[in-house]
């Protein structure tokens, strides 16, 4: 079975490929892509109900996804679902790397953002973006043994800041130490006097560092910000049954938020936590999905003294299959009522 679903992937590579990416592809390619066997295109309709408003009305959203043979995505049409005569074009390579983006509206075609690519590196050596004529962005990444060493970001062809990365033996990153050419100091906040009145200027952390281990079948990564000593650690275990994912968010020692994310071949949960102190849980929420249901529970104390009453929704998803066993409708209801249609058109290129 291919799966295109890429939001797993790409979350294992965030950890490996841990410098900045200015073209995230798992918030461009649409969720539901996921099939069976030689498909060529995925045409994607949605129908929203909306019964906030006392006329009941629907929002449709569409895109079109183009598969190589080899079933890596290649060509992406998005639809603007708020005027509909407008859509991105989004090109990829044939390593499934995001090479151009396009707004057309059936008359116009403009492109706005370019990246190149001359290794297999997922990062591209450079990115080019045009927001307007007056604000031009580019992104040059130097390497050396095909990983990052270096980042420089250009705004109008002026140099406004860049990082450097090092490695440890086994080409993981282990620091990533940010430079601006206006504030050579450790600080993120800096005030200074003009001629317009009182400036604040504000600039990323310079310095976090990475550590890796490993604990029998989990590994373990653990990103550090030193000078406001907080930590990210990523725990993961993996096997041909499911995927496990941790992560948990601290600051000093004190956990502020753990979120866990189990997939396994016919369902998916996640629970994310949110501590008080001593590991005391403030808010929760849970979610879990399966071909037929999705559940999920909530619980926030953020804002009031008395503790609120847990909710539960739970959608339940009727779904039916072409002759291929890939799924061609999804409609999801609540409570009796629809919620949202959707629809696949596939076409397929050996049938």
Known sequence: MKRIILICLLLLNSVIFSQNNNIDKKYLIPFDIEFKGCVKKITLKTLRI????????????????????????????????????????????????????????????????????????????????????????????????????KQERYVNDTLQDYRLYKYNKQNQLIEDLYHNPENDSDETLITSDSKDGYKLSFYPERQTLYEYKKDKDTTIVIKISPKYSRREVIKRAKNKNFELKIVENYSKDF????????????????????????????????????????????????????????KITVYNIDTVYDKFKNWIKKTRSKDGEIESITERKIDYYCH
């Not at 990444?141 to 060493?149: G, I, K, Q, Y």
């Not at 037929?292 to 609120?308: G, H, L």
């Open 50 to 149: 909306d019964r906030m408003s006392t006329k009941i009305d629907s929002v449709k959203t569409n895109s079109e996804v183009s598969f190589s043979n080899n079933g890596k995505v290649q060509y992406l049409k998005l639809y603007d679902y708020r005027t509909m005569d407008s859509w991105r074009d989004i090109e990829f390579d044939a390593l499934e790397r995001i090479k151009n983006i396009s707004k057309n509206n059936g008359i116009l075609k403009v492109t706005y953002l370019n990246q190149y690519f001359s290794g297999n590196s997922e990062f591209p050596d450079s990115t080019k973006s045009n927001i307007d004529e007056k604000y031009r962005e580019k992104y040059i990444n130097r390497f050396t043994n095909n990983l990052v060493t």
């Open 255 to 310: 956990l502020e938020r753990k979120e866990i994310n189990w997939t396994s071949k016919d369902s998916l949960s996640t629970r994310v936590y949110v501590y008080m102190g001593n590991k005391e849980v403030r808010d929760y929420y849970f979610s879990f999905q399966t071909p037929k249901k999705i559940v999920y529970k909530s619980k926030s104390n953020s804002y009031n003294y008395e503790q609120e009453e847990e």
